[in-house]
């Protein structure tokens, strides 16, 4: 347990540091040959990889038709209802933040237009690993479609029986995507951003992942002719901020639930009881020895930390510091804090709200800003799948009302072209 008003500002510094970025040079010259070979060699390397890392022999990078057609026959009932009222809610959020156009008439015969638009080809990455992920699936496809997206591409890794999970096939086929490779890693993310002879180029590329997976989205982001990206991003966190009237067995479980998600997670406690404290600490050891993925959840809670302050205050000053991926607030009256608030990816108000209602079902989304960037970044949302572009019109009168101010900027900034675009106009008005 740290106190928070006996460490130093370097110390308090250290006390919020995030585990280390895998940032060696090796992994990014490691992940610019993958990307090279992807485009100099594209299905070729493809399946080359697919067969190193994944120990299947491809004959094609594509899903077919009848394995999506079958997914919903595969699944347990509960799960397929559990995908469904997880797909309605998010969809349901989701469709509830489309932006309206505007249209404003700045002067008499001057017409300033906002309008919007979804992206045409958008790429979705969904991680392989341990276990399928139904859940980014929907995360990421549900707001794409309500986007209106026409293209929507989704990548994962392919299992060792050459297939892919039923849960995430099904989750595609509500979303409306059709268009599934079975590739994973840093390839994945150079087919989407380059193209490849199966892989159509996309224009932005969303979805988590390995260091070679973010490393590749970082490169491609930085290239002309890659693709954008959703956001920078980082090892998952959660910081429950709590008082003594917390519940310590729901602080400990949202706790280890983030701490389950790998060993480079992070799990924060800031807390001005000590008491509270030490139930947690001791609740998190007793919850852990039942997990099944506790040798994960072990080492990520390594890089845990319990903070004790001074006040609540000071509590909320430490979180925005932090400023974390997910914050959960268990205090009396939570929401009367919300306004203090400042920086967090997603927040989780009163006892009954875990994290895990926001990772699954509850219609927010979990692609959320981590390492930090909860400062300048934003959850992902509905617009991050959609372009805004401006529309102007002028009548002649309009241009005779502004004409002279244009002039006069143009003027004074020395660009003659620009005044004589307007000068000429004005000419024919006279």
Not at 116 to 121: G, Q, R
Not at 156 to 183: D, F, H, M, Q
Not at 286 to 296: G, N
Request: net charge negative; charged share 20%.
């Amino acid at each position: 347990m740290l106190r928070w008003n006996s460490l130093t500002a370097t110390q308090q510094q250290a006390a919020l540091a995030r585990p280390a970025l895998a940032e060696e040079q090796a992994l990014r010259d490691t992940v610019a040959g993958i990307l090279r070979n992807v485009e100099q060699n594209g299905d070729v390397t493809l399946k080359a990889l697919t067969a190193r890392f994944e120990g299947v022999t491809l004959d094609s990078l594509a899903l077919p038709q009848s394995e999506l057609d079958s997914a919903e026959a595969e699944l347990r009932s509960e799960v397929k209802q559990a995908i469904e009222l997880a797909y309605d809610n998010i969809r349901a959020f989701h469709s509830a933040q489309m932006p309206q156009d505007i249209r404003v008439e700045t002067r008499p015969g001057v017409v300033c237009e906002l309008k919007h638009a979804p992206l045409d080809a958008v790429g979705l990455y969904i991680p392989g690993g341990t276990a399928p992920l139904p859940s980014t699936v929907l995360m990421l496809g549900t707001t794409a479609q309500v986007a209106g997206c026409a293209r929507k591409v989704l990548c994962t890794p392919v299992g060792n029986n050459g297939r892919i999970a039923a849960e995430i096939r099904y989750a595609a086929k509500l979303c409306g995507i059709s268009e599934i490779y079975l590739v994973g890693g840093a390839q994945a993310i150079a087919a989407m951003a380059f193209g490849t002879e199966s892989i159509a180029k996309v224009d932005k590329i969303f979805g988590p992942g390995n260091s070679y997976v973010t490393e590749a989205k970082q490169q491609v982001s930085q290239r002309a002719d890659g693709a954008a990206i959703d956001m920078p991003a980082g090892p998952s966190e959660v910081l429950v901020l709590a008082d003594s009237g917390a519940n310590p067995v729901f602080v400990a479980a949202d706790l280890l639930s983030q701490a389950e998600h790998g060993s480079d997670s992070q799990a924060i406690l800031v807390c001005n009881s000590e008491a509270l404290i030490a139930q947690v600490k001791a609740e998190v050891d007793k919850q852990l020895a039942t997990l099944s993925r506790r040798e994960i959840a072990a080492q990520s809670m390594a890089n845990s930390r319990y903070i004790l302050t001074d006040s609540l205050q000071e509590s909320i000053a430490v979180s925005n510091a932090y400023a974390p991926e997910h914050l959960i607030v268990q205090t009396r009256d939570a929401r009367s804090l919300l306004g203090q608030l400042k920086n967090a990816g997603s927040v989780f108000l009163g006892a009954w709200s875990p994290e895990s209602a926001g990772d699954y079902a509850s219609g927010t989304n979990h692609v959320l800003p981590t390492y930090g960037y909860a400062k300048n970044y934003s959850s992902l949302g509905l617009m991050d799948f959609m372009r805004r572009y401006t529309v102007q019109e002028l009548t002649e009168q309009g241009l005779k009302n502004i004409g002279p101010a244009i002039m006069a900027l143009a003027n004074a900034e020395g660009l003659d072209a620009h005044l004589q675009a307007v000068a000429k106009r004005m000419e024919m008005l006279k």
